[in-house]
């Protein structure tokens, strides 16, 4: 991922707070061997990279989303841009835009390895399926299956 090497607004460890996070600009996390960048807009991630430091393996979108790891001992770099250079980088690294932004939250406050399932699903009001949803849902397929 290409990006300016000016020096970061922000170098904290471990958490990031709602105060930290630009309104324009990049998130660099760096933990084990591991880097992560995150463009960031309007409180949302757009796109993410990350870069495996000991097999020198790079993921972009998705799968670098899922790499991302926050603890106690990682650094996180905060870099602010303007309109221009913000736009500059985003058309520089196409292949690592999100299909969909993600809301930058689950970075937030907590540490990515600490977050619980039940958590996660209750504050997005997520529930399980029950066996009984499963059940009607095999049900209908079946039946539907069976009508052709």
């Known amino acids: ?15 990031l707070k709602r105060s930290h996070i630009p309104l324009l600009g990049y998130i660099k996390i760096l933990e084990g061997g591991n880097e992560s960048l995150l463009l ?10 990350n870069l495996n430091v000991e097999s020198l ?28 250079m913000f736009s500059t980088i985003v058309d520089l690294n196409e292949e690592c835009k999100l299909p969909l932004p993600i809301v930058i939250d689950f970075l937030l406050e907590k540490k990515v390895e600490d977050l619980d399932r ?7 009001r997520i529930q399980d399926p029950s066996e009984d949803d499963i059940d009607n849902l ?6 539907k299956i069976g009508g052709r």
């Open 1 to 15: 991922m290409w990006l300016p090497s000016e020096d970061p607004e922000l170098t904290v460890r471990g958490n």
């Open 40 to 49: 960031v807009k309007d409180g949302k991630i757009i796109a993410a990279w």
């Open 57 to 84: 393996v790079e993921t972009h979108e998705n799968k670098a989303m899922n790499m991302i790891n926050i603890s106690s001992e990682s650094r996180i770099e905060v870099y602010q841009l303007d309109d221009t």
């Open 118 to 124: 039940e958590d996660v699903l209750s504050k997005y």
């Open 138 to 143: 095999l049900n209908g397929y079946k039946s």
